[in-house]
Structures are given as structure tokens and as C-alpha cells.
């Protein structure tokens, strides 16, 4: 149960990072890869289970590397970060 509650803050934590990033170039590149290894491993590890949850860490993982090289339109950025910051705190209210 704890688990579910510190993968849901990295959520979180994901979530924001990424929009400074995106909107604000303050947070290093090598914590945002960082964060899309994070989000690529803790999905990979629980598709096993078909979670819809695990398939948009997937995607949102290669939304990150993507963000990496190309400029990722700011709706995009915006629907990727409410849909993570919602997983996460779903993950603390469960």
C-alpha cells in the first residue's frame, strides 16, 4: 500500500517537472530522462496486469523522449501533465 502511495507523488512530481520543463526550460535534461526511464520501467513492470494506467505510462514516457529532441504542441504538455498529476493522486487517495 505504501508503494502505491510513493509511485503516485514520483507521479506527481513527474507531472510537474515535466511542464516547468516544457513551459519554463528550468529543469535539467537529465532529470527528465530520468523521469521518462522512471515512467518506461514502472510501466513496463505492471503491463503484465493489461492496466490501462501501465499503457499511458508507456505513452507518456515516449512522450517525454520525444520532448527531448522535438517541440511537443502546449495542449499536448497540458493533457499528458493533468492526466499523470491525476493518476498520482488518485494513487494517494486509494
Do not use: E
Amino acid at each position: 500500500m505504501i508503494v502505491v502511495k510513493i509511485l503516485g507523488i514520483l507521479d506527481i512530481i513527474a507531472g510537474i517537472f515535466f511542464w516547468l520543463f516544457c513551459f519554463f526550460h528550468i529543469i535539467p535534461k537529465p532529470i527528465i530522462i530520468l523521469l521518462g526511464f522512471y515512467l518506461l520501467v514502472k510501466g513496463l513492470s505492471f503491463l503484465l496486469s493489461f492496466d490501462i494506467a501501465s499503457i499511458f505510462d508507456v505513452v507518456f514516457s515516449i512522450i517525454i523522449f520525444l520532448s527531448l529532441s522535438l517541440t511537443i504542441p502546449k495542449v499536448i504538455v497540458v493533457l499528458f501533465v493533468i492526466l499523470l498529476i491525476q493518476k498520482g493522486i488518485l494513487s494517494l487517495v486509494s
